[in-house]
């Protein structure tokens, strides 16, 4: 690799493309980027909050952001929700910021984007944590950690359609029903324990660790 850039660099060095020119431009390029996600974090803290552990973005405000802002506040909120170290790009971020524009409800980097009346709701997606498991006391899907009453054959897992229907109190929550899907419960074996954030509580409370200070200082850190 070193060889064939030694090369590239000898082909553009008569053009006037040598390495100092071209580190000057990554220089002013990576410049450029900083002052977007700083626009982008002043973007995010006018519409954006965290609702129990979803990322909700006033759509109104969204569709008023220019591209590239909107871009980056939405790659930001989805790799909060996710987890994930990157957000995603390209023609996945297009055909997402078309949906958006549209109205329409889109999964997209293990995260559901929902319109709710006049926020984009971002939510983790149920299939992207059906199959997690986590002991008591254990961060289950890198962001929710449980603690309550100590017994035995305890776990934690998503809640699921199946465990929402054990929860009646779960419409007073006001959360959507697909959050609450995704949200993290106690379970052994296939009996259903508690659920927090679906008003099931029983001696246990959920405690989320990337909290609203860590989505907006995410804009910063790169």
Known sequence: ERVRARQALAQLEPLGLGA??????????????????????DAARGIARIEEGDVLLNRAGFLSLPPEIARRV??????????SAYGPRGRAMEG??????????????GCLIQQKGQDLRIIREYSAVADQRAAVGAVWDGRWRLSGPTETGLFIAALGKKGARQCPERQKTGLP?????????????ENLIAAPLAGLKNGWS????????????AFLSH
């Open 74 to 83: 939405m790659q930001e909120s989805l790799k909060w929700v996710s987890g």
């Open 20 to 41: 100092a020119q071209l580190a000057h431009v990554a220089h002013h390029m990576a410049d450029v980027r900083d002052t977007l996600y700083h626009y982008a974090l």
């Open 206 to 217: 959920a405690h989320l660790l990337r909290d609203e200070k860590a989505y907006f200082d």
């Open 96 to 109: 997402l910021l078309a949906a958006v524009a549209h109205g329409d409800d889109k999964t997209l980097h």
């Open 177 to 189: 029903a697909a959050s609450l899907w995704a949200s993290p419960a106690v379970w052994s074996g």
